[in-house]
């Protein structure tokens, strides 16, 4: 894992301990004598450096690892000193193909121990296929403590789409004929075959594909209840995407939309998964707790280095 904190972090340090001993410190005479309209301020100087922002855990995407996201660690120093940045280093590169629940395993592992440090819980800043990956997290943890879970341009309803990503994975192939490749036990060993949704193969879709279909309760399994008690334990989801991400195919798959058999668009709450409620998505919908924000003019790998969409989009719910 690596952690990128500001200065500010480091004056903040054992959960406002440290806050509280410089203003002691500070101080010209002892605490005892002290003005006492002054001891309020003290108190209240302290709550702030105890309460302090919850920590933010950033997952990658395909292709990535944590060096694309110093930016983004940046930025969230910036606007929220003090806040507790970890990137997990795991998966990283060429890596990122490796089957997603074998990598759902290894994130697991290494959130779970920044969770058991943040009582008060953290926030999950996923992108693009690290999207999906949190959403198998937060599903198969039932004791997480997830707060927000911010989905940035991810393929969360599938992937259907001639980009450039596609020829770095499967040179030879077009989006006609992917399904050939992917839905068998060999294909769904590389990453993208996990959440390829071909809507001209749905039957194969269904039958051969091991992660998304499960995720979205496609296809039922023994784990639904549990996994849509677990979804449900997040506070807010937020849904980032735009028209013209350029590898996000279609992009409203950002926002859990998808296309039907004649590649028009259905929209998420048209969506079968939504209508069903097989994953809680609607009952999250209903609580008011499913935030889209879409963006104009931003590129697939500029989401995460965009200060506009950061400020509009992420900013606030950091906190």
Known sequence: ????????????????????????????????????????????????????????????????????????????????????????????????????????????????????????????????????????????????????????????????????????VFPKCIKKTVYRVCYNRFGQKVSICDYWNDPHHRSSYLKGNVFLTLLNGDRPHKDMKAWRGNFLRIKKLVLIGGPDDGVITPWQSSHFGFYDSNENIVEMRNQEFYKNDTFGLKTLDARGDVTMCVHSGVKHVQWHSNFTVFVSCIEKWLT
Not at 35 to 42: A, K, N, Q, T
Not at 93 to 117: E, T
């Open 1 to 168: 894992m690596r952690s990128v904190c500001g200065p500010s972090s480091r004056s903040c340090s054992a959960r406002g301990v440290t806050c509280a001993r410089e203003e002691m410190k500070s101080s010209r005479g002892s605490p005892a004598s002290l003005p006492l309209l002054l001891l309020p301020l003290l108190q209240l100087l302290t709550a702030v450096c105890v309460g302090g922002y919850k920590p933010v855990v950033i997952v990658h995407g395909i292709f990535d690892g944590p060096k694309q996201f110093e930016t983004l660690s940046l930025f969230i120093d910036k606007v929220h000193p003090g806040t507790e940045v970890t990137t997990i280093d795991l998966y990283d590169n060429m890596a990122s193909l490796k089957p997603l629940w074998k990598q759902v395993q290894g994130f697991r592992k290494a959130i779970d121990s920044i969770m058991k440090n943040a009582p008060d819980g953290v926030h999950l800043l996923c992108f693009s296929q690290g999207g999906l990956i949190c959403r198998a997290l937060v599903s198969m943890m039932p004791d997480h403590n997830v707060h927000t879970l911010i989905s940035l341009s991810s393929p969360l309803a599938g992937q259907y789409g001639d980009t450039d990503y596609l020829p770095r």
